[in-house]
């Protein structure tokens, strides 16, 4: 069976394992403390992979150009691209709320009732980003430099710091003559086939870490009467996200690659099954480098530079979400927010995005501040917490088909997108 195919049945016999055991009283205490670890365990293990795969990945794909004009160039595209499609996914969402106006299908008990369950998660988010926010305006460039580059690595939260001393690495092997440093190129050069077998060896269990990680999320979902009041803003989410995924990035990857829709589902598929049941770009970066370069055609070079940097300033479906939860909750407080706060809120959440730590969540906290940028009461927080898990699990998506869809466009502007090297799922992902 093809790998998408196996998760995918890993994620509906999740799905039903956890449906069946909500119909009993001790059913989901079982699968909290004995199916869940499962999935723990394959989200901590692609996290453990994903900071030594960014060091020998970007300090062999920089060391490979030989020419730091190259690396300018790279850099200049990626980063150009990036900002572009993120404008674009906040601008989607605010069209999208603007138009179904979901906060106002919030009733006054509703409100009181989500305000009062998850008040004290508000408070937590709050907290944390009041800290961002009081550090000083240059706080985010000084975060981006390591007093000790061992402890950035230790933790994925640094993982902007990591990538600038990768690439400052390897711009001193470019700098330096090749009969010098060659000793040093092959070890990271070994050192990158090396996890790449092991992502290969990891994406085994897959199906069942995914299965592990959904059956738990439907025992701990919230009641059904308060999921249904956020039904239509969980609707302006997805349908936001769907339009991304479905239409906006195949659509640009077509027009400016020529390769078909069908071309790029299957070989991204995995890799946007795995970001689903993770939500983490982090966590699921491995899978992506190893679809994108693997199946979608895209050199080496331009993927082990343009990943690692959009796992974490691409947060396209982050961004979106962003916009559309800040009207949702101006709207379910009675606000009404101007043109000018609008285009501020387009602003403040591209930036914010760029913010984002690529772990579960952590748009949550950034979302804060694009709150307080426009004005609404932050406590709005509460009403969007009891959906923000599966909401999480379809943004991480967007953010890695937009992860890859650049990395196309990229590869395809420097000439280095060609033909993929595994033609066949079966022969990749042996069965046992």
Sequence with gaps: MALHWQIITGMVVGVLVGAIAVQFSWGPGIIIDFVKPFG?????????????????????????????????????????????????????????????????TITEETREQLVAAYGADAER????????????????????????????????????????????FGIG????????????????????????????????????????LLAALVVESPSVDIFVALLWYALCVVLGLAFMVGIFYPLVMKIFTGKSFSFFFKGISPAQLVAFSTSSSAA???????????????????????????????????????????????????????????????ITATLASIGSAAVPSAGMVMLVIVLAQAGIPEAGLALIFAVDRPLDMCRTVANVTGDATVSMLVAKSVDKLGDPKVKNWDDHYPSE
């Excluded at 690396?71 to 601008?91: D, E, H, N, P």
């Excluded at 709050?126 to 975060?143: F, I, K, S």
């Design 125 to 168: 988010t709050q907290q944390l980003a009041a800290e961002t926010r009081d550090a000083g305006p240059l706080q985010p460039l000084e975060d981006l430099f390591a007093e000790n580059i061992f402890s950035a690595a230790a933790d994925n939260g640094n993982m902007l710091q990591v990538i600038i001393v990768a690439i400052f």
């Design 40 to 104: 723990s365990i394959f989200i901590d293990v692609l996290k453990m992979i994903a900071m030594p795969l960014i060091i020998a990945s970007l300090i062999k794909g920089i060391s490979d150009l030989q020419d730091i004009s190259k690396l300018s160039i790279l850099g200049k595209r990626t980063i150009g691209i990036y900002l572009i499609t993120t404008v674009f996914a906040v601008t989607v969402g605010l069209s999208i709320v603007n138009v179904i106006q979901p906060g106002k």
């Design 284 to 346: 699921t970066l491995p899978v992506t480098m190893e679809r994108t370069e693997e199946h979608l055609g895209v050199d080496r070079e331009v993927t082990s530079f343009v990943l690692p940097i959009g796992a974490t300033i691409n947060m396209d479906g982050t961004s979106l979400y962003q916009a559309i939860a800040a009207v949702f909750i101006a709207q379910a407080f009675g606000l009404e927010l101007s043109i000018g706060a609008q285009l501020g809120i387009v």
């Design 173 to 212: 092997l470019i700098l330096l003559p090749n009969e010098k440093v060659k000793t040093v190129k092959h070890f990271f050069d070994g050192l990158n086939e090396v996890i790449l077998k092991l992502i290969d060896l990891i994406m085994l269990a897959a199906p069942y870490g995914v299965g592990a």
